[in-house]
Nanobody, 129 residues
């Protein structure tokens, strides 16, 4: 089991930027596919971004964030990142990182919540208009 701790959330104006971090408590971080999901008030949790295991060479994004958000991983630091720019009020949500032991590189796998074994507690991002 991997413990995941997100940080970096906060209040930002529309058009601004934030970088979220997710620290993982494992020495085998590179063996996990990693994902970012979010849950807005009153809505279901949804896929945001995912990186395949090892180098994260395969990356996927929800259409709603493509071109604005960039996920990356630093395996030496056991940390996943989500750089968010040109933020919109509709990006307001609790953001969760998740880890999966499934060694898939396909978007249809990496965007499914059921793929992920471990989840962080979430960090709140609020975008004001």
């Amino acid at each position: 089991q991997v413990q995941l701790v997100e940080s970096g959330g906060g209040l930002v104006q529309a058009g601004g930027s934030l970088r979220l971090s997710c620290a993982a408590s494992t020495r085998t971080f590179s063996s996990y596919a990693m994902g970012w999901f979010r849950q807005a008030p009153g809505k279901a949790r949804e896929f945001v971004a995912a990186l395949s295991w090892k180098s994260g060479a395969n990356s996927y994004y929800a259409d709603s964030v493509k071109g604005r958000f960039t996920a990356s991983r630093d395996n030496a630091k056991n940390t996943l990142y989500l750089q968010m720019s040109r933020l919109k009020p509709e990006d307001t949500a609790v953001y969760y990182c998740a880890a999966s032991t499934v060694a898939s590189i396909f978007k249809e796998d990496l965007e499914r919540m059921s793929m992920y074994d471990d989840w962080g507690q979430g960090t709140l991002v609020t975008v004001s208009s």
